[in-house]
């Protein structure tokens, strides 16, 4: 699989193309599908933004940039759509696991410390201040416990590619956190 989609691919689909739309739907609709569904985390909601991620593409297919990066176009459609129906549905979003993924310190006695609203808002702060690729790794192998084998696969990048956005992300993670403690 290519690393990226071509320009002739998306000269065809502002030419009103169906099967640069497939093209281009095939590429990213899983991608897509983990990085909505780390706003929402519903996979029926998060299956239904990312066709409408591509209803809007189709529908805006002739202001689409050629110069710009299809990557950021599609990936802001998605972010966006994502973040308006939160705001629209005015869903708090607390991920059960989310809790396993601090690092809980200070707590001799086994006791579990209940993170906060505002310490969950800090949390999602720092994660999106991430690089969209760290971001995307990042909440792949933690929200979905999945493998560097199979974000690898996923993201069509190497194994230590992985690796490297996961360690780079904790080492900031880490250090947004300190800096706003």
């Known amino acids: ?8 691919t998306i000269l065809e689909l502002k030419k009103g193309s169906t099967l ?11 991608k897509i599908f983990f990085f909505i569904n780390s706003y929402t985390y519903n996979k029926e909601i998060s299956e239904e933004l ?11 297919r002739e202001t689409i940039e050629i110069d710009s990066s299809i990557n950021s176009y599609i990936y802001t459609i998605a972010k966006n759509m994502a973040i308006d129906f939160i705001r629209k549905k005015r869903i708090v979003i607390l991920p059960i696991d989310s809790v396993n993924q601090m690092e809980i310190s200070n707590y001799n006695d086994g006791e579990l410390k209940v993170i906060t609203e505002q ?4 949390i999602k702060h720092a ?6 690729r760290q971001k995307e790794v990042f909440e792949l192998h933690r929200n979905y416990n999945l493998t560097y084998k199979q974000i690898s696969t996923i993201l069509d990048i190497s194994v230590s590619a992985v690796e490297k956005n996961i360690s780079s992300a904790l080492k ?10």
């Open 20 to 30: 640069a739309l497939r093209v281009i739907y095939n590429f990213y609709s899983k």
């Open 1 to 8: 699989m290519e690393n990226e989609i071509k320009t002739e």
């Open 50 to 60: 990312v066709q409408d991620v591509f209803i809007r593409l189709w529908n805006n």
């Open 119 to 122: 310490e969950e808002s800090l």
């Open 172 to 181: 900031k993670l880490k250090f947004y956190l300190q800096k706003k403690n």
């Open 127 to 132: 994660i999106d201040s991430l690089p969209l």
